[in-house]
């Protein structure tokens, strides 16, 4: 994966690291006689320790990647927090947005604010990618009165703390970790991030009262070795072909119990290959623009019977439609402080753009976009958790979200290439 920094792939966050540097042997052991002269001068230090360390007047809000069992004090910035989650309008709702400095959540977010909901952002901003470019995604948000609190989902303190200062009517939960082949190189990211993390969510959501409606990320990927196409909401999803896909699997069932134990409402949205501007740099469009540009050479995959690969590549805005059309269909949740009172609503949806696409047409667009020709090296379909085609059958979330995909491939990608030219080249003002 010569797309991903691997120096910097990052550990499963909260795992322990043995400090190997020291290792109790015979030479370690001090004797009775040592330990009288050292001792009392060890306490000594340790008194200068004490009165040297004066608390910090301004406690950082910053939040590292932390474990769930950490019991340190929290100080949040509240003001922030407020203005941030306080919708404009009185019909407003007031969401949490995780995974807001990500690629869809930070269009979800400005797309929640524009329309004058109060929205407050959740991101660990961790190395998957580069950091950088979810710092700028941080930046345009802030420019709309977005405020990201920097921390992971799976920190329960804050996010029991974050629960207390803000009465949320929605959560969009679009923390994750992504990406459908980097699972085999970091396969405990992707349980700590997309069950432990999520279930995390949902502890913290379900004692909360009252609770809010949960919308939240799925994938196309669940649909795995399914062969039956337009893939629809009905089809089996037993055949994951990667880690990455188990996991948002489990996610749906882990929705599922949530929903009928706690009266959490929950829907889960089945993402098919979503790209736009400020999108994932992981991703085949968006490295194939980096490599094409750099005049690298670019590995398209082809299927056993030398078939091409094809996706229903679904662009942002679209997407970004569908999870309104969710958010605002999401009926109420019917539990508080941990107790069902009723039925709640569990939804699934496929959101997705109706038309696959050959690998083989992404990078001659990309080509004409970039008025570059492709170096390409055209290869058989590694195992790496990558299926052969995926097609969403929409008809569910047009009749119950009002969902209409309307941007094609063609018009899609130029509005990437745009994006990225500005943003990396400075040819133009990105967008
Ligand atoms: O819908 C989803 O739920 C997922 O969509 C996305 O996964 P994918 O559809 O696999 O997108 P992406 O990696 O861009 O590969 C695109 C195509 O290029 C092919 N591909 C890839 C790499 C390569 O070197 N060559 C190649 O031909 C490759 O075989 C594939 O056919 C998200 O990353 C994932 O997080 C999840 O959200």
Redesign the pocket.
């Known amino acids: 994966m010569s797309h991903l920094d691997i120096d910097n792939i990052p550990s499963t966050p909260g795992k322990y690291k043995p400090d190997k540097s020291f290792r109790f042997n015979s030479s370690t052991v001090f004797s009775l006689s040592k330990l009288t002269i050292y001792f009392p001068l060890f306490l000594c230090f340790l008194l200068i320790l004490l009165l040297l360390s004066t608390p910090s007047s301004t406690p950082s809000p910053r939040r590292h990647l932390s474990s769930g069992t950490h019991r340190s004090p929290i100080s949040l910035p509240h003001k922030l927090i407020h203005k941030s989650a306080r919708p404009r309008l009185t019909t407003g709702h007031t969401v949490l947005v995780t995974g807001a400095a990500g690629f869809v959540g930070t269009h979800v977010s400005l797309a929640l604010k524009r329309r004058g909901d109060g929205v407050l952002g959740l991101d660990n901003f961790n190395h998957y990618y580069d950091p950088a470019l979810k710092r700028a995604r941080q930046k345009l948000l802030e420019k709309a009165g977005v405020y990201i609190v920097d921390a992971d989902i799976n920190d329960k303190d804050l996010l029991q703390q974050l629960f207390d200062a803000v009465l949320f009517t929605h959560v969009m939960h679009l923390a994750a970790q992504?990406?459908?082949?980097y699972a085999m190189q970091n396969p405990g990211s992707y349980i700590h991030s997309n069950i432990a993390g999520f279930v995390n969510l949902l502890e913290v959501a379900k004692s909360t009262n009252p609770q809010p409606a949960i919308i939240w990320a799925s994938?196309?990927?669940v649909y795995g070795l399914n062969s039956k196409v337009p893939f629809s909401e009905k089809d089996r999803t037993d055949q994951p072909a990667s880690l990455?896909a188990a996991t948002k699997k489990a996610s749906e069932e882990i929705a599922h119990t949530y929903n009928h134990i706690y009266g959490l409402s929950i829907t889960g949205l089945?993402?098919?290959?979503?790209y736009g501007p400020w999108g994932?740099p992981?991703?085949?469009?968006f490295f194939f623009t980096r490599d094409i540009l750099k005049g690298k050479t670019?590995?398209?995959?082809e299927s056993p019977d030398k078939g091409s690969?094809?996706?229903d590549f679904t662009y942002i805005d679209d997407i970004v439609k569908g999870c309104l059309g969710a958010l605002d269909t999401a009926k109420k949740s019917t539990g508080s402080g941990g107790k069902k009172k009723g039925p709640a609503q569990l939804r699934i949806f496929n959101l997705g753009n109706t038309s696959p696409v050959p690998?083989s047409k992404?990078v001659s667009l990309l080509e004409k976009n970039l008025k570059v020709k492709a170096k390409k090296k055209v290869m058989p379909?590694p195992r790496n958790g990558?299926v052969e085609f995926?097609h969403a059958n929409i008809s569910l979330a047009a009749r119950e979200l009002g969902y209409k995909p309307t941007t094609d491939l063609e018009a899609g990608l130029k509005k990437f290439v745009r994006w990225y030219l500005g943003f990396y080249l400075g040819s133009k003002k990105s967008s």
């Open positions: 992504a990406g459908v082949r994938s196309s990927s990455y089945r993402f098919f290959t979503v994932r992981d991703m085949a469009y670019i590995a398209i995959y690969v094809a996706r690998v992404l379909l990558d995926t």
